[in-house]
């Protein structure tokens, strides 16, 4: 068995986290932004291993992410307790409704709209990162942009910290090859308005640099 994969959208975050890895056998993937590609390439990864006899122990979401003022700081780092599929659902009248509460069978849920992450991984993480904040992570496919849909999006979720793009798709994707799940983000803006300015990626892929010395 080789060691963790660690799954990141795009190459800048692959390349802050190479830079500090203690351990060799971490591998670390750039597969694309969006939960759907990034579930695709993963699971495409983990069975390659597995067809290989050289099947990962676990998977780690990473990357940079947009972090819930009050919440979490830029430039912080952010351990995910579930990732969420935060639009994964219907609108109505009343407001959004979960997938998970329209009423479908049990077996046509598949994971649900939260994978919880695995406790083992996450209190490694923990140990390594003792001032990481801790709460749920949102995964969108549109990345939240105004002050209406942050309120909203605060409400359902008052237990998140960070949303990001891809952490659902690559949790579900380990949970049907049965390995452990966990996420790891630096945050670089502020969940609100769209403002570019407020935009700390250099910040935020600094920390990510630092933090990648507890994936092992």
């Given at each position: ?8 959208a795009?190459?800048?975050?692959a390349e ?6 203690a351990?060799?056998t ?9 939960p759907?590609?990034?579930g695709?390439a ?9 067809m290989?006899?050289?099947?990962y122990r676990?998977?780690?979401?990473a990357?940079?992410?947009g972090?819930?003022?009050?919440r979490v700081?830029?430039?912080g ?17 009343d ?23 695995d ?17 749920s ?19 359902r ?16 994707a ?27 990626i250099r ?6 640099t ?6 092992r």
């Open positions: 068995m080789t060691g963790l994969l660690v799954v990141t795009v190459p800048a975050e802050a986290i190479r830079a500090g890895l351990d060799p971490v591998a670390v993937l750039p597969v694309g932004v969006g759907a590609v990034a695709a993963t699971a495409r990864s983990l069975a390659l291993a597995e290989a006899g050289r099947p676990g998977v780690v979401s990357g940079v992410a972090g819930f003022v009050g700081a830029v430039g780092i952010v351990l995910g307790t579930h990732a969420v599929a935060a639009d994964l659902g219907a609108g109505s009248p407001g959004f409704i979960p997938v998970d509460e329209l009423g479908m069978p049990p077996e046509l849920l598949g994971c649900g709209t939260a994978v919880t992450v406790s083992t991984l996450l209190a490694a993480l923990r140990a390594a990162l003792p001032d990481a904040i801790v709460g992570v949102l995964t969108v496919s549109t990345v939240t942009g105004t002050t209406a849909s942050t309120d909203a999006l605060s409400r979720h008052p237990h998140a910290v960070a949303e990001a793009m891809e952490g659902y798709g690559v949790a579900v380990a949970s049907h090859a049965g390995l452990p799940f966990a996420e790891l983000r630096a945050i670089s803006n502020p969940i609100g308005p769209r403002d570019r300015s407020a935009w700390r910040d935020a892929l600094a920390a990510l630092v933090a990648a010395s507890a994936l």
